[in-house]
Protein backbone atom coordinates (compact mmCIF):
# COMPACT_ATOMS: atom_id res chain seq x y z
CA UNK A 1 0.00 0.00 0.00
CA UNK A 2 2.50 2.70 -1.64
CA UNK A 3 0.95 5.62 0.44
CA UNK A 4 0.92 3.93 3.69
CA UNK A 5 4.27 1.85 3.76
CA UNK A 6 5.86 4.22 6.97
CA UNK A 7 3.29 4.70 8.32
CA UNK A 8 1.95 0.90 8.53
CA UNK A 9 5.84 -0.08 9.56
CA UNK A 10 5.61 2.22 12.40
CA UNK A 11 2.90 1.74 13.20
CA UNK A 12 3.21 -1.74 14.17
CA UNK A 13 6.85 -1.73 14.99
CA UNK A 14 5.92 0.65 17.94
CA UNK A 15 3.37 -2.27 18.91
CA UNK A 16 7.19 -4.74 19.82
CA UNK A 17 9.06 -1.34 21.16
CA UNK A 18 6.32 -0.67 24.06
CA UNK A 19 7.68 -0.65 27.42
CA UNK A 20 6.78 -3.13 30.21
CA UNK A 21 5.76 -0.62 32.42
CA UNK A 22 3.98 1.13 30.34
CA UNK A 23 1.69 -1.13 28.72
CA UNK A 24 1.60 -4.11 30.88
CA UNK A 25 -1.73 -4.31 32.77
CA UNK A 26 -1.16 -4.75 36.57
CA UNK A 27 -2.82 -7.81 37.42
CA UNK A 28 -5.78 -7.92 39.37
CA UNK A 29 -5.81 -9.81 42.58
CA UNK A 30 -8.56 -12.38 42.56
CA UNK A 31 -10.72 -10.83 45.25
CA UNK A 32 -10.45 -7.74 43.48
CA UNK A 33 -12.92 -7.70 40.98
CA UNK A 34 -14.83 -4.47 39.50
CA UNK A 35 -18.45 -6.46 40.71
CA UNK A 36 -21.64 -5.41 42.46
CA UNK A 37 -24.52 -7.17 43.21
CA UNK A 38 -26.24 -8.27 40.05
CA UNK A 39 -29.07 -6.20 39.35
CA UNK A 40 -32.81 -7.33 38.48
CA UNK A 41 -31.84 -8.17 34.99
CA UNK A 42 -34.49 -8.74 32.45
CA UNK A 43 -33.37 -11.16 29.40
CA UNK A 44 -34.31 -10.16 26.07
CA UNK A 45 -36.97 -12.15 23.90
CA UNK A 46 -36.92 -13.22 20.12
CA UNK A 47 -39.09 -10.14 19.62
CA UNK A 48 -35.68 -7.99 20.96
CA UNK A 49 -33.04 -10.00 18.89
CA UNK A 50 -35.43 -10.18 15.46
CA UNK A 51 -36.75 -6.57 15.71
CA UNK A 52 -37.62 -4.82 12.48
CA UNK A 53 -37.71 -1.21 12.00
CA UNK A 54 -39.31 -0.41 8.78
CA UNK A 55 -38.24 3.51 7.81
CA UNK A 56 -40.08 5.31 5.40
CA UNK A 57 -37.30 6.15 3.10
CA UNK A 58 -38.03 2.39 1.57
CA UNK A 59 -35.15 0.03 4.14
CA UNK A 60 -35.69 -1.94 6.85
CA UNK A 61 -33.38 -1.90 9.88
CA UNK A 62 -32.50 -5.40 10.87
CA UNK A 63 -30.47 -6.84 13.67
CA UNK A 64 -28.33 -9.41 12.95
CA UNK A 65 -25.98 -11.53 15.32
CA UNK A 66 -22.22 -11.97 14.55
CA UNK A 67 -20.59 -14.21 17.54
CA UNK A 68 -22.81 -12.81 20.31
CA UNK A 69 -22.63 -8.91 18.99
CA UNK A 70 -25.50 -7.41 17.95
CA UNK A 71 -25.15 -5.60 14.43
CA UNK A 72 -27.33 -3.41 12.50
CA UNK A 73 -28.39 -3.78 8.94
CA UNK A 74 -30.21 -2.53 5.82
CA UNK A 75 -32.06 -4.67 3.64
CA UNK A 76 -33.91 -2.68 0.72
CA UNK A 77 -36.29 -4.25 -1.92
CA UNK A 78 -38.18 -3.09 -5.07
CA UNK A 79 -40.81 -0.43 -4.80
CA UNK A 80 -42.79 -3.02 -7.59
CA UNK A 81 -42.25 -5.97 -5.31
CA UNK A 82 -45.77 -8.28 -4.55
CA UNK A 83 -46.17 -10.08 -1.92
CA UNK A 84 -44.95 -13.87 -2.11
CA UNK A 85 -42.60 -12.93 -4.90
CA UNK A 86 -39.30 -14.50 -4.74
CA UNK A 87 -36.37 -12.96 -6.25
CA UNK A 88 -31.80 -13.18 -6.35
CA UNK A 89 -30.45 -11.53 -3.38
CA UNK A 90 -27.24 -9.51 -2.94
CA UNK A 91 -25.07 -9.09 -0.40
CA UNK A 92 -23.25 -5.90 -0.44
CA UNK A 93 -19.73 -5.98 1.77
CA UNK A 94 -18.34 -2.91 3.07
CA UNK A 95 -14.46 -2.04 2.78
CA UNK A 96 -11.71 -0.47 5.32
CA UNK A 97 -13.77 2.07 7.35
CA UNK A 98 -17.70 1.70 5.60
CA UNK A 99 -20.99 1.87 7.53
CA UNK A 100 -24.03 0.95 5.91
CA UNK A 101 -24.98 4.61 5.56
CA UNK A 102 -22.38 4.86 3.47
CA UNK A 103 -23.20 1.75 1.14
CA UNK A 104 -26.76 2.79 1.09
CA UNK A 105 -26.23 6.23 -0.36
CA UNK A 106 -24.40 5.14 -3.05
CA UNK A 107 -25.51 1.66 -4.18
CA UNK A 108 -28.01 -0.04 -2.09
CA UNK A 109 -31.24 1.37 -3.08
CA UNK A 110 -30.06 1.44 -6.95
CA UNK A 111 -29.28 -2.45 -6.62
CA UNK A 112 -32.78 -3.07 -5.23
CA UNK A 113 -34.75 -0.91 -7.95
CA UNK A 114 -32.76 -3.45 -10.17
CA UNK A 115 -34.94 -6.32 -9.12
CA UNK A 116 -32.63 -7.90 -5.74
CA UNK A 117 -33.17 -7.77 -1.95
CA UNK A 118 -30.15 -6.16 -0.88
CA UNK A 119 -28.28 -6.20 2.02
CA UNK A 120 -25.74 -4.25 4.06
CA UNK A 121 -24.27 -4.45 7.59
CA UNK A 122 -22.05 -2.64 9.82
CA UNK A 123 -19.53 -4.35 11.16
CA UNK A 124 -18.49 -4.79 14.66
CA UNK A 125 -17.58 -1.40 16.57
CA UNK A 126 -19.13 0.70 13.43
CA UNK A 127 -21.95 2.41 12.07
CA UNK A 128 -24.94 1.80 14.59
CA UNK A 129 -23.42 -1.95 15.51
CA UNK A 130 -22.22 -2.84 19.04
CA UNK A 131 -18.77 -3.33 19.56
CA UNK A 132 -17.35 -6.04 21.41
CA UNK A 133 -17.08 -5.86 25.08
CA UNK A 134 -13.54 -5.42 26.78
CA UNK A 135 -12.26 -6.29 30.38
CA UNK A 136 -8.84 -7.08 31.27
CA UNK A 137 -9.80 -7.95 35.37
CA UNK A 138 -10.19 -11.14 37.07
CA UNK A 139 -14.03 -12.53 37.12
CA UNK A 140 -14.95 -14.81 40.20
CA UNK A 141 -16.85 -18.00 38.04
CA UNK A 142 -18.86 -20.22 39.24
CA UNK A 143 -20.56 -23.10 37.34
CA UNK A 144 -23.22 -21.57 35.39
CA UNK A 145 -23.56 -18.39 33.54
CA UNK A 146 -24.64 -15.50 35.98
CA UNK A 147 -24.82 -11.76 35.45
CA UNK A 148 -22.36 -9.67 36.87
CA UNK A 149 -22.16 -5.79 36.51
CA UNK A 150 -18.39 -4.54 35.82
CA UNK A 151 -17.06 -1.61 34.13
CA UNK A 152 -16.02 -2.43 30.60
CA UNK A 153 -14.51 -1.40 27.51
CA UNK A 154 -16.65 -1.05 24.00
CA UNK A 155 -14.87 -1.50 21.57
CA UNK A 156 -14.95 0.97 17.97
CA UNK A 157 -13.45 1.42 14.96
CA UNK A 158 -11.35 -1.61 14.94
CA UNK A 159 -10.19 -2.72 11.57
CA UNK A 160 -9.93 -6.73 11.79
CA UNK A 161 -10.59 -8.16 8.39
CA UNK A 162 -10.67 -11.73 10.45
CA UNK A 163 -14.09 -10.46 12.15
CA UNK A 164 -15.18 -8.34 9.35
CA UNK A 165 -15.24 -12.25 7.44
CA UNK A 166 -17.09 -13.20 10.50
CA UNK A 167 -19.93 -10.44 10.36
CA UNK A 168 -20.03 -10.93 7.12
CA UNK A 169 -20.87 -14.93 7.05
CA UNK A 170 -23.27 -13.90 9.68
CA UNK A 171 -24.84 -11.20 7.11
CA UNK A 172 -24.73 -13.74 4.54
CA UNK A 173 -26.73 -15.99 6.40
CA UNK A 174 -29.10 -13.67 7.53
CA UNK A 175 -30.09 -12.74 3.91
CA UNK A 176 -30.27 -16.58 2.46
CA UNK A 177 -33.06 -17.16 4.97
CA UNK A 178 -34.97 -13.87 4.09
CA UNK A 179 -38.47 -15.40 2.57
CA UNK A 180 -38.16 -12.94 -0.02
CA UNK A 181 -34.98 -14.23 -1.63
CA UNK A 182 -33.95 -16.96 -4.08
CA UNK A 183 -31.48 -18.31 -1.78
CA UNK A 184 -29.92 -20.37 -4.17
CA UNK A 185 -29.21 -17.41 -6.29
CA UNK A 186 -27.03 -14.72 -4.54
CA UNK A 187 -24.58 -12.13 -5.74
CA UNK A 188 -21.71 -10.78 -3.51
CA UNK A 189 -20.51 -7.44 -3.99
CA UNK A 190 -17.37 -6.10 -2.42
CA UNK A 191 -15.59 -3.20 -2.13
CA UNK A 192 -12.25 -1.89 -1.55
CA UNK A 193 -11.30 -4.39 1.59
CA UNK A 194 -14.15 -5.76 1.28
CA UNK A 195 -13.13 -7.38 -1.63
CA UNK A 196 -10.95 -9.39 0.19
CA UNK A 197 -13.30 -10.26 2.86
CA UNK A 198 -15.83 -11.14 0.62
CA UNK A 199 -13.51 -14.34 -0.94
CA UNK A 200 -14.04 -16.29 2.02
CA UNK A 201 -17.93 -15.58 1.71
CA UNK A 202 -17.60 -16.63 -2.19
CA UNK A 203 -15.48 -19.62 -2.08
CA UNK A 204 -17.61 -21.51 0.38
CA UNK A 205 -21.34 -21.20 -0.30
CA UNK A 206 -22.44 -22.65 -3.87
CA UNK A 207 -25.23 -20.42 -3.56
CA UNK A 208 -23.31 -17.45 -4.75
CA UNK A 209 -23.62 -17.24 -8.51
CA UNK A 210 -21.87 -14.22 -8.89
CA UNK A 211 -19.34 -11.47 -7.78
CA UNK A 212 -17.82 -8.14 -8.16
CA UNK A 213 -14.97 -7.16 -6.66
CA UNK A 214 -14.62 -3.20 -6.75
CA UNK A 215 -11.27 -1.80 -6.42
CA UNK A 216 -10.52 -4.93 -4.06
CA UNK A 217 -7.62 -5.50 -1.72
CA UNK A 218 -7.53 -9.42 -2.30
CA UNK A 219 -3.56 -9.66 -1.42
CA UNK A 220 -2.72 -8.55 1.68
CA UNK A 221 0.95 -10.68 1.53
CA UNK A 222 1.55 -8.26 -0.95
CA UNK A 223 -0.15 -5.16 0.26
CA UNK A 224 1.34 -5.74 4.07
CA UNK A 225 5.15 -6.81 2.30
CA UNK A 226 6.81 -4.26 4.38
CA UNK A 227 5.80 -5.49 7.82
CA UNK A 228 8.19 -8.46 8.51
CA UNK A 229 6.35 -11.83 9.47
CA UNK A 230 8.86 -11.89 12.70
CA UNK A 231 7.32 -8.58 14.04
CA UNK A 232 3.65 -9.95 13.85
CA UNK A 233 4.94 -13.38 15.74
CA UNK A 234 6.60 -11.06 18.20
CA UNK A 235 3.80 -9.00 18.47
CA UNK A 236 1.41 -12.23 18.83
CA UNK A 237 3.91 -13.16 21.57
CA UNK A 238 3.20 -9.55 23.31
CA UNK A 239 -0.17 -10.00 23.24
CA UNK A 240 -0.69 -13.56 24.61
CA UNK A 241 1.52 -12.62 27.63
CA UNK A 242 -0.10 -9.32 28.51
CA UNK A 243 3.26 -7.35 27.37
CA UNK A 244 1.42 -5.60 24.13
CA UNK A 245 -2.69 -4.65 24.60
CA UNK A 246 -4.42 -7.19 23.15
CA UNK A 247 -6.96 -4.28 21.30
CA UNK A 248 -5.82 -1.28 19.10
CA UNK A 249 -5.11 2.07 19.98
CA UNK A 250 -4.56 5.10 18.61
CA UNK A 251 -0.56 3.86 17.72
CA UNK A 252 -1.74 1.78 15.26
CA UNK A 253 -3.63 4.38 12.61
CA UNK A 254 -2.74 4.80 9.54
CA UNK A 255 -2.57 8.20 7.61
CA UNK A 256 -5.76 9.58 5.83
CA UNK A 257 -7.62 6.19 7.03
CA UNK A 258 -10.48 6.12 9.96
CA UNK A 259 -9.96 3.35 12.49
CA UNK A 260 -7.75 1.97 14.47
CA UNK A 261 -5.88 -1.48 12.19
CA UNK A 262 -5.56 -4.67 13.85
CA UNK A 263 -1.91 -5.01 11.78
CA UNK A 264 -2.40 -9.05 13.52
CA UNK A 265 -5.41 -10.04 12.26
CA UNK A 266 -3.86 -8.12 8.77
CA UNK A 267 -1.10 -10.11 8.19
CA UNK A 268 -3.14 -13.43 9.61
CA UNK A 269 -5.68 -12.90 7.08
CA UNK A 270 -4.97 -13.80 2.96
CA UNK A 271 -7.77 -13.04 1.12
CA UNK A 272 -5.85 -14.75 -1.76
CA UNK A 273 -5.80 -18.09 -0.65
CA UNK A 274 -9.35 -18.43 -1.42
CA UNK A 275 -8.63 -17.62 -5.09
CA UNK A 276 -8.63 -21.05 -6.20
CA UNK A 277 -11.85 -22.37 -4.58
CA UNK A 278 -13.43 -19.35 -6.48
CA UNK A 279 -15.85 -21.07 -9.14
CA UNK A 280 -18.19 -18.11 -10.09
CA UNK A 281 -18.86 -15.25 -12.98
CA UNK A 282 -16.33 -12.78 -11.19
CA UNK A 283 -16.19 -9.36 -12.68
CA UNK A 284 -12.96 -7.08 -10.86
CA UNK A 285 -13.27 -3.32 -11.67
CA UNK A 286 -10.24 -1.21 -10.70
CA UNK A 287 -8.71 2.26 -10.17
CA UNK A 288 -6.22 3.10 -13.39
CA UNK A 289 -4.06 4.79 -10.52
CA UNK A 290 -4.61 3.07 -7.33
CA UNK A 291 -2.70 4.65 -5.01
CA UNK A 292 -2.97 2.29 -1.79
CA UNK A 293 -1.70 -1.04 -3.28
CA UNK A 294 -0.54 -2.52 -6.20
CA UNK A 295 -3.70 -3.42 -8.45
CA UNK A 296 -1.18 -5.21 -10.81
CA UNK A 297 -0.92 -7.94 -8.34
CA UNK A 298 -4.41 -7.59 -6.32
CA UNK A 299 -7.20 -6.92 -8.73
CA UNK A 300 -5.56 -7.89 -11.84
CA UNK A 301 -3.97 -11.19 -10.66
CA UNK A 302 -6.96 -12.43 -9.13
CA UNK A 303 -8.73 -11.88 -12.40
CA UNK A 304 -5.64 -13.63 -14.07
CA UNK A 305 -5.77 -16.73 -11.96
CA UNK A 306 -9.85 -17.43 -12.64
CA UNK A 307 -9.99 -16.24 -16.20
CA UNK A 308 -9.08 -19.71 -17.70
CA UNK A 309 -12.04 -21.53 -15.27
CA UNK A 310 -14.66 -19.34 -15.18
CA UNK A 311 -16.72 -16.51 -16.99
CA UNK A 312 -14.70 -13.31 -15.91
CA UNK A 313 -14.11 -9.78 -16.78
CA UNK A 314 -11.30 -7.17 -15.69
CA UNK A 315 -12.19 -3.36 -16.37
CA UNK A 316 -9.91 -0.24 -15.65
CA UNK A 317 -11.67 2.89 -14.84
CA UNK A 318 -9.93 6.15 -14.78
CA UNK A 319 -8.73 7.90 -11.76
CA UNK A 320 -7.84 6.59 -7.86
CA UNK A 321 -9.14 4.64 -5.57
CA UNK A 322 -11.79 7.20 -4.30
CA UNK A 323 -12.88 7.95 -7.64
CA UNK A 324 -14.70 5.04 -8.32
CA UNK A 325 -17.05 6.20 -5.37
CA UNK A 326 -17.12 9.62 -6.60
CA UNK A 327 -16.53 10.80 -10.80
CA UNK A 328 -16.59 7.47 -11.97
CA UNK A 329 -19.42 5.59 -9.63
CA UNK A 330 -22.12 5.45 -12.18
CA UNK A 331 -20.04 3.43 -14.26
CA UNK A 332 -18.55 0.94 -12.13
CA UNK A 333 -22.83 1.18 -10.74
CA UNK A 334 -23.69 0.24 -14.20
CA UNK A 335 -20.99 -2.33 -14.99
CA UNK A 336 -21.80 -4.46 -11.53
CA UNK A 337 -25.54 -3.87 -12.31
CA UNK A 338 -24.85 -5.83 -15.94
CA UNK A 339 -22.83 -8.44 -14.31
CA UNK A 340 -25.96 -9.39 -11.66
CA UNK A 341 -28.40 -8.89 -14.06
CA UNK A 342 -26.45 -11.35 -16.66
CA UNK A 343 -26.06 -13.98 -14.31
CA UNK A 344 -28.63 -13.88 -11.39
CA UNK A 345 -31.85 -12.73 -13.85
CA UNK A 346 -30.37 -14.17 -17.06
CA UNK A 347 -30.74 -11.02 -18.93
Known amino acids: MNKLKLSLSVAVLSLTGLALSSCQQAAAPENSAETT ?83 TQDYKGWGKSNGRLYYDRYLPGGEETEDVTVTVKHLRHVVDPISFVQDTEAAFNFLVSDPRVQKNNIGVWGTSMGGGVSLPIVAGH ?42 PDASSKAENLSGFPNYIAMKNFEPYDYVDDINVPTLVIDAEDEEFFDRMKNGKAFHDAIKDRVDSEYIVLPGKHYDIYRQESPKAIKEAITWFNKYLKGE
Not at 80 to 91: A, C, D, F
Open 37 to 119: AAPVVVESTIEDRTKVIKHSDGYEEVLIWSDGVRLVGRVYTPESMTPGQKIPGLLLVNGWGGTVKNTSARYAKIFADEGYVVL
Open 206 to 247: KNVKAFVDQIGAVNHTANFFMIADRTIREAEAGVARGIIPSI
